[in-house]
């Protein structure tokens, strides 16, 4: 019994000093060190954290994916990443890691090596036998927030860019 409590305290103080060194400013030689050696576990059990949010400069433009699903039929129906002005409150609990991987890696040219994997989880999660999917096309929107030193406050620029990045042909030919 006493084996089983402190093999589960030393689990617990793992985690929380990974979760705090992950918080701290990187900016010294012993936290990049011990980041260096806790990161890898703290991103393979989703415990990550990423502070670009809010430093050292905000976001200056919204952005949001979605793919277009090509099915044999000619059908072409839109899937969209998770949004989450769109989810309710435990949805966005649930979902959030997912939308800020989305949003902020398989959107982003340097993490190519995503895209077709991605391709490949959206046209298996849209399976139909009788009309299965074709091709799947990433799409990424994005719009300009103002500079409310600059302009009115919550004026935003209404045009969404988009850009079509990637296109893959379905090659699964079986349901998940």
Not at 102 to 131: C, K, M
Request: charged fraction near 25%; avoid cysteine.
């Amino acid at each position: 019994m006493r084996f089983r409590v402190l093999i589960l305290n030393f689990f617990v103080g793992f985690h929380l000093l990974g979760i705090f060194l992950a918080a701290l400013p990187h900016d010294n030689r012993l936290t990049l060190k011990l980041n260096a050696w806790f990161q890898p576990y703290m991103n393979y059990v989703g415990l990550w954290q990423s502070w670009n949010m809010f430093a050292p400069e905000p976001r200056s433009e919204l952005v949001r994916m979605d793919a277009e699903i090509q099915y044999q039929s000619g059908e072409v129906r839109v899937w969209e990443f998770p949004r989450i002005e769109r989810l309710g409150l435990f949805e966005r609990v649930r979902k959030e890691r997912y939308r800020k991987w989305a949003y902020d890696n398989v959107r982003l040219d340097s993490n190519s090596g995503l895209w077709a994997s991605t391709a490949d989880f959206i046209a298996l999660s849209n399976w139909d036998e009788q009309n299965p999917p074709v091709k799947v096309s990433l799409n990424r929107h994005w719009r300009l927030i103002s500079n409310p030193k600059l302009s009115e406050p919550n004026q935003f620029t209404n045009n969404w860019k988009q850009q079509t990045f990637y296109s893959r042909r379905v090659r699964a030919r079986r349901a998940p």
